[in-house]
């Protein structure tokens, strides 16, 4: 996955989850992703980066330690 392709699938996440917790910020969403991300980007696997950080940010703004 080239690095414009994950930006793009980095932002559809952020906007998911948007949809999905409508009871919090934005920026309590993209701080989520964003240190989730963080967490998944020294990884040299590229392709599933956006999945696991859309499932580990979910489990992070339901409050569920990961």
Same mark, same amino acid.
């Given at each position: 996955?080239? %690095?414009? @392709?994950?930006?793009?699938?980095?932002?559809?996440?952020?906007? #998911?989850?948007?949809?999905?917790?409508?009871? $919090?910020?934005?920026?309590?969403?993209?701080?989520?992703? %964003?240190? @989730?991300?963080?967490?998944?980007?020294?990884?040299?696997?590229? #392709?599933?980066?956006?999945?696991?950080?859309? $499932?580990?940010?979910?489990?992070?703004?339901?409050?569920?330690?990961?």
């Amino acid at each position: 996955m080239e %690095c414009n @392709e994950e930006q793009h699938a980095v932002v559809s996440v952020i906007n #998911t989850l948007a949809c999905k917790f409508p009871g $919090r910020s934005r920026t309590d969403i993209e701080d989520a992703v %964003c240190e @989730e991300y963080s967490a998944f980007n020294s990884g040299p696997v590229r #392709t599933m980066v956006p999945a696991l950080v859309e $499932r580990a940010a979910i489990k992070r703004l339901q409050g569920i330690r990961v």
